[in-house]
């Protein structure tokens, strides 16, 4: 399951945006975020770096975990 560091998270609304960008390009993905820590956990079948251009398109900074 990547993971991925994302910055500028700061509320809920910003936690429904990023969910939403994850599911825009893989609606059946399973989106896990910890608004503490700054850290979303996707269970997806697209690649790593798709998913960090979907969240940076939502308007954050998206750095994979390793």
């Known amino acids: 399951m990547p993971s991925f560091d994302v ?6 609304h910003c936690v429904k945006a990023v969910t939403a960008s994850i599911h825009e390009i893989d609606p059946a993905a399973k989106v896990d975020v910890d608004l503490a820590a700054g850290v979303v956990k996707v269970e997806s079948d697209r690649p790593a770096d798709s998913i960090a ?7 954050y900074e998206a750095s994979p975990i390793s």
């Open 7 to 12: 910055r500028g998270m700061t509320c809920g």
């Open 53 to 59: 251009k979907a969240i940076v398109e939502a308007g």
